[in-house]
């Protein structure tokens, strides 16, 4: 079975510096994507970032970058010039493939979250 | 503004009623799924619905019910509900296999169940 570890309940970071926020994961399928999600206390989820597990450079989006170390199998979202906007619960979350009759379909297992909190 | 729809946003029935929620996309997704996250803990997921066909239950209790009427539509019945299915019920689309298969978010709706 797939599994998604996020193992910092909680982080703070200053306004302006960079962050990193952990996760490591175990499967056994060769093909997986993982994804970073933050979700405010609005409730949204907001997808940030995706790494597919083929992809042979580090996926970035802006201020988001993602530290893709597949054989530790590891995952780590980077925030750069973190924002008081960016106080919110991030969810690390891995693609998983079910085979279902007439073909595949996909689901999505998160981890536990961690919390982040930007301080000014 | 979030290109998944749910409504209500905000929901309080009691054990003996029935209600529904609703979602919509309108970006050609064919792959939508219900979501239940209670309070400081991830989301998990309920159903997946696959080109308008359940395709996955996690063995989700029957007095929640699926109903996938078109590709751009989501409900989820709800009756004889428990307090403790009270939650934040997110609704979400993708394209489907083969790539990424990025999930988009609905805002959710937040339901309290008395």
């Known amino acids: 079975a797939q599994k998604i570890t996020q193992t910092q309940p909680g982080m703070f970071v200053q306004e302006k510096e960079a962050v990193t926020l952990d996760c490591t994961y175990d499967?056994?399928?060769?093909?997986?994507?993982l994804f970073w999600y933050k979700q405010p206390s609005s409730g949204e989820m907001i997808f940030l970032i995706y790494?597919?597990?083929?992809?042979?450079q580090n996926a970035t989006e802006g201020r988001y970058s993602l530290n893709f170390q597949k054989a530790r199998k590891s995952a780590n979202l980077v925030i750069s010039a973190s924002q008081l906007g960016d106080s919110a619960m991030y969810f690390c979350?891995?693609?998983?493939?079910?085979?279902?009759?007439?073909?595949?379909?996909?689901?999505?297992?998160f981890g536990t979250g961690t919390l982040l909190a930007v301080q000014p | 503004d979030t290109e998944v729809t749910q409504t209500p946003k905000h929901l309080v029935m009691g054990m003996t009623n029935k209600k529904s929620l609703k979602c919509e996309q309108h970006?050609?997704?064919?792959?939508m799924y219900w979501y239940k996250q209670k309070a400081k803990k991830p989301p998990e997921l309920m159903f997946v619905?696959?080109?308008?066909?359940?395709?996955i239950n996690e063995s989700v209790p029957s007095r929640f019910s699926p109903e996938c009427p078109n590709s751009s539509l989501l409900n989820l019945h709800l009756h004889a509900l428990q307090p403790e299915d009270s939650a934040l019920y997110l609704c979400?689309?993708?394209?489907?296999?083969?790539?990424?298969?990025?999930?988009?978010f609905g805002a959710g709706s937040r339901l309290t169940v008395l």
């Open positions: 979400a689309s993708s394209q489907g296999p083969p790539g990424a298969n990025v999930l988009t």
């Open positions: 499967t056994s399928d060769p093909s997986y994507g």
């Open positions: 790494q597919g597990s083929y992809d042979q």
């Open positions: 979350a891995m693609r998983e493939r079910t085979q279902i009759a007439g073909g595949a379909t996909n689901k999505l297992i």
């Open positions: 970006m050609g997704h064919r792959a």
């Open positions: 619905y696959s080109y308008e066909k359940l395709s």
